[in-house]
């Protein structure tokens, strides 16, 4: 066989010492050592390959992170400029370094200009975290220190920190790691399962409702903020009825709630617009972003903040009691900059908005609208969503609805792609620099798993 890279050791081999020192993430540690983990090896534009030389389509961009694909050398050439010159810093001792000044300057002439500052952290994860802090201190600031208590929504998806999973509504990662105080949850606005005889416009208004019914339960006077992703995204890539947002962001602003946006997944070009909450038409107060900032390639998140935040905490403030010994970090905040030249310099998030993204969704209702295993399909830009249903005339789930969906992820991966399944539901979200050629295959091979999860029960 004639492979891009040279295998460095036995599968098997990498497979034993894998076994023997690593706990992976959100899987039965045990089942693992028995079938063995998939050893990737290299990455090359959407395309991946393992260490027996199979190569796989990457439908989901890594973990939605991937926005340039693989063996970007713009971006390894960044890093390495980097690290010659200065491979690290800290924002400390009252300093600071080109690099990220250069990052921030880049990334607000992206952003809505009703933003102004941000934290720099590692991770989605210590975004969400250092977001409870600051809002809490905003409050404080201002005056308002009883305003403690943060909103979530269940099934929501804001990092595997104590905090973040706290903000988080998956009650099973609740109950692995205990909560903390001060965090309440409503609804998700999840229509096709939860929606009954409502229209989506009627159960958008509806969910978005809880959310003033929580706030009065509550007491305004001690809600500081309200955290939702746009889309959702580890929770089954659910768009809310269009109804939904308008109706929250009205909800906010009536009882002086700050509405905090996790553009973790749906941030830098994912849905056609730089952030998520662009395409929906909301303006929240902060956006937690990472994953798409560097494209994956070096770890890197960060919080933003609205001028409001901001100013509060700037002239009143005095000393902010956080900080992160890689804040900031140069060689992160260097690939962060050519990345996003890239998605800008290169018309990447203008393509997913008017060619590549409406291309995968017109593919994907062809190729699944009358399938009988899907019910619906959601999605804009290039993340989409396929819903599996029992019947598709009531909208009842398969009962082992998740069982189901593994098995045809399982299915896409001996087909030669990667997509991913949660709650019934098979995502993808491609790199955003996939043309057309790679969305057939992606929509092609995703039919043959669909189909073959069909056929195992009987339904084709």
Known sequence: ??????????????????????????????????????????????????????????????????????????????????????????????????????????????????????????????????????????????????????????????????????????KFMHEMGGMIPDIAHIDEPYWYAQGGDLTPAEFGRKCALQLEEKILELGAENVAGFIAEPFQGAGGMIFPPESYWPEIQRICRQYDVLLCADEVIGGFGRTGEWFAHEYFGFEPDTLSIAKGLTSGYVPMGGLVLSKRIAEALVEQGGVFAHGLTYSGHPVAAAVAVANLKALRDEGIVTRVKNDSGPYLQKCLREAFGDHPLIGDIQGTGLVAALQFVDDKNTRKRFENENDLAWQCRTFGFEEGVIIRSTLGRMIMAPALVAGHTEIDELVDKTRKAVDRTAKLIGRL
């Open 1 to 170: 066989m004639n492979l891009p890279f040279k295998p460095g050791r036995a599968t098997e081999d990498y497979q034993a010492s894998d076994a023997a020192h690593h706990i992976h993430a959100f899987l039965d540690q045990k089942a693992l050592n028995v079938e063995g983990p998939r050893v990737m090896v290299r990455g090359e534009g959407l395309y991946l390959w393992d260490n027996d030389g199979n190569r796989y389509l990457d439908g989901m961009s890594g973990l939605w992170c991937t926005q340039l694909g693989y063996g970007r050398t713009d971006l390894t050439a960044a890093a390495s400029a980097q690290m010659n010159q200065l491979a690290y810093y800290n924002m400390f001792f009252h300093t600071t370094h080109p690099a990220v000044i250069e990052l921030s300057e880049l990334l607000f002439s992206l952003l809505p200009k009703h933003y102004s500052h941000a934290i720099y952290t590692n991770s989605g994860s210590e975004a969400n975290e250092v977001l409870i802090r600051t809002v809490r201190r905003y409050w404080q600031v201002v005056g308002k220190p009883e305003k403690k208590i943060m909103i979530g929504r269940w099934n929501g998806y804001h990092g595997s920190t104590l905090a973040a999973t706290a903000l988080g509504g998956m």
